[in-house]
């Protein structure tokens, strides 16, 4: 006899929204932050029940080493896994620059959290 049961993941867009907000709001008075901006999957609309968190953030006096910024932007409270990418103004206008995709998708389907004034200067890039 086959006991197996199937569980369907699922996410809760507008509470997981709410938290990403509180999250950014928290994170903005921690550090000296621009602009928090969800992208991938959650912004396209295109997120499965497994799907992550990915966020922009662009912030000034950052630690050099990627996995030092991580370390700070992340947060394990969440209620769904956060990818923070993390950079200053001129790394992200370095890889607009140079068309990286990653940066690309985000000035098309960003939703900011916090900075909006901020990110669409970038989106126009007026800085």
């Known amino acids: 006899m086959n006991t197996a049961e199937v569980r369907y993941l699922k996410i809760r ?20 932050v621009r602009t928090i901006v969800l992208v991938g999957s959650l912004a396209k609309g295109t997120y499965t029940g497994t799907s992550d968190a990915d966020i922009l953030i662009i912030a000034d006096d950052l630690p050099s080493n990627i996995l ?14 956060l990818e923070p990418h993390v950079y200053t103004a001129e790394e992200f206008l370095n890889l607009l620059r140079l068309g990286d995709r990653f940066i690309l998708d985000t000035l098309r389907f960003g939703i900011p ?9 970038l989106k126009t890039s007026n800085l």
Not at 68 to 81: A, G, K, L, Q, V
């Open 13 to 32: 867009f507008d509470d997981v929204l709410k938290r990403l907000h509180s999250y950014a709001r928290r994170k903005a008075k921690e550090r000296n």
């Open 68 to 81: 030092d910024r991580h370390t700070i932007f992340s947060d394990n409270r969440m209620p769904i896994d």
């Open 113 to 121: 959290l916090y900075g909006k004034r901020f990110f669409n200067q």
